[in-house]
């Protein structure tokens, strides 16, 4: 079966840096399912995938315009400290949960400075080069459930 919409994939894959860093893996025995076609990975990653079966193995490196994006500097916040003063343990790193108009955004903050802190919602890979090296496992047809909610239940299709 070659790989189109509406298919279940199951991979394994290991996602590196331009630099050879590991960004992300799936476990051993714990491969990635994902629904083809309905933008559950990102575009360049999908577009690979199409038409090809189990067991191919491939690897492919995507742009961050067909991966999460370029980094936006409209995403980028300088607020006074004074805002955050909730916020007991305010250091670089941490993650920030915000209501804007668009939903609920996940901002890190990214720096410090005397009584303003900058806070950056861009993901964390955004503006990134992934390269992803896939081992297909699986394809199946994906099941009404998966179809109605828009991703994959795992090996056979059970609700997680
Ligand atoms: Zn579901």
Redesign the pocket.
Known sequence: MNITKDFVVEMDYILTDKNGNVLDASEKGEPLAYLHGHQNIVPGLEKELEGRKANDSFKVTVTPEEGYGPKRDELLKEVPKADLSGIPDLEVGLQLQADTPYGVQVFEVTEIKGDTVVLDGNHPLAGEELNFDIKILSVRVATS??LT?G?A?GPHGH??
């Open positions: 459930e998966e909610h991703h239940h609700h997680h």
